[in-house]
């Protein structure tokens, strides 16, 4: 079956930078494009970017432009987010989740609660 | 940025009635790519509607979608105790995909 199955949780100083992972499994990787999501406590979700396993092709949020980077290794069916010069307001829960092309999200992986504290 | 609106914020009901939840876009969403996704506590969104009206995988019948340009609706035809939810509307008709803030349906 479909998964997608996030990293750990973390806690990061203001300043730092985290990079978070996305295993997938139960699907063709390359078939799919990964979106990086994340929720703040109590709040909705915001659309972080997207990546597309066949060739790299990265489209970013404007408002963390500049912030976030996300690569993928395909030996391994593992997409990486990484936000740099953490702040208190990313503190969130990041979801990974799946689209055929640039769709609906079919399947999203459990989350990651990142905490940015100092 | 299409900006999407949900309406009412919280909705109070008792299983076996009706939901209706609404969604506004700001401009009108192409091709209808208009998606909604059920959450619950400490779990991740699941998709419930995808391309306005189509259920996805698993989805129970009750749950229907409608609409086009810029209002969309969410109907739940008799609630069940499970559909107690957050639930989220989003728009990918423009390459800056962009969620509505939630309806809260909560049991009454």
């Known amino acids: 079956q479909v998964q997608l199955v996030q990293s750990g949780a973390d806690v990061k100083k203001p300043g730092a930078s985290v990079r978070l992972s996305c295993k997938a499994s139960g699907y063709s990787f390359t078939s799919y494009y990964i979106h990086w999501v994340r929720q703040a406590p109590g709040q909705g979700l915001e659309w972080m970017g997207i990546?597309?396993?066949?060739?790299?092709?990265?489209t970013y949020a404007q408002k963390i432009q500049g912030r976030v980077t996300m690569t993928m290794d395909t030996s391994t069916s593992t997409v990486y987010m990484e936000l740099s010069s953490l702040r208190s307001e990313d503190t969130a829960i990041y979801y990974c989740a799946r689209s055929v092309l640039e769709y609906y999200f079919d399947h999203w992986g459990q989350g990651t609660l990142v905490t940015v504290s100092s | 940025e299409i900006v999407l609106t949900q309406s009412p914020g919280t909705l109070s009901l008792s299983p076996g009635e009706r939901a209706t939840l609404s969604c506004r876009t700001s401009?009108?969403?192409?091709?209808?790519?208009l998606a909604w996704y059920q959450q619950k506590p400490g779990q991740a969104p699941r998709l419930v509607i995808y391309?306005?009206?189509s259920r996805a995988t698993g989805i129970p019948d009750r749950f229907s979608g409608s609409g086009s340009g810029t209002d969309f609706t969410l109907t739940i035809s008799r609630l069940e105790p499970e559909d107690f939810a957050v639930y989220f509307c989003q728009q990918y008709g423009s390459s800056r995909y962009t969620f509505g803030q939630g309806t809260k349906l909560e049991i009454k």
């Open positions: 401009q009108s969403v192409g091709s209808n790519y």
């Open positions: 990546i597309k396993p066949r060739g790299g092709d990265t």
């Open positions: 391309g306005t009206s």
